[in-house]
């Protein structure tokens, strides 16, 4: 495995020089930020990241994410010069040395919690999903943005999207990624950069908005849309996890088995009774997940992918971006090791 650590570029407080002191440190999961979604990203911008991430001693090597396009998703003509555009972004990006892209399908929102700050009985914050908070929340306020989400909707283009979405199915939003991948898979084979769907998280449709990455049936589905290496899985144990449908040490065995694992994102929740969710220290015993057997079935397997530890808690007074602190991410990469080592 090869473990990795998301940054969020030249202007997050959790700097490379940081992040390269952790033990076993390999690979910086990074992206262009400030390129709007769908267009191409300048070589320069690229050559900048790898140069900084090369220079702190560690391997420019993933990608995530390279956004699709709302229209892709939507099956809409314009999707043609979007996923011309998504292509060339694999191109620049694989001669570049980036080897994974991760992205989702999800619409309009990416990961959804209802608070990022909810004080845990030991005092750190964490991110949490509550049921009762979630019916609160209207979608078309704009009141809640996290990381890694697009902010650059304005409140009626929120709204014209929605409208447009509420014609599509299920089936639909299939037929539309099938294409999307049919069109980008062969470009990744070439290029040598492995495609890694992240699952919808949580995975279950919210706002009305339809989400299909959600379950062991759909994931198979899934990889036969067009059954290549090329194109695998972000294994996001926390955001499947969260349905205790989902076995998660089945679905890391399952998976790594078959190589077409490309990327694991690991950390833990706390399921509650209601469905509901709070994301806990990585430490299985502080959550419902058991994180020792999702890591001995990956070595079992010889998994040869990347490995970051995911959100964390905010701990020890850090302040920063929801669920991307140092601290707590950093103790889960230490977690990881270990396990790793001792499987
Ligand atoms: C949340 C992340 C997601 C992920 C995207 C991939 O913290 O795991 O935002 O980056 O869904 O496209």
Redesign the pocket.
Known sequence: MKMSFRWYGFSDPVTLEKIRQIPNMRSIVTAVYDVPVGEVWPEERIAELKKAVEDAGLVFDVI??V?VHEDIKLGKPTRERYIENYKENIRRLGKAGIRCV???FMPVF??TRTQLDKVLADGSNALVYYKEQLEKMDPLNGELSL??WDASYKKDELKAVFAEYSELTDEDLWENLRYFLSEVIPVAEEYDVKMAI?PD?PPWPIFGLPRIITDEKNLDRFLSLVDNKYNGLTL?TGSLGCDPKNDMVHLADKYSAMGRIHFM?IRNVKILEDGGFEESAHYSECGSLDIPNIVKVLKKNGFDGYIRP??GRMIWGETGKP?YGLFDRALGATYINGLWQNA
């Open positions: 995530e994410s956004p991760c992205y989702n990416d990961w990381p890694g992240h998280d996001c994102h995911d959100h669920g």
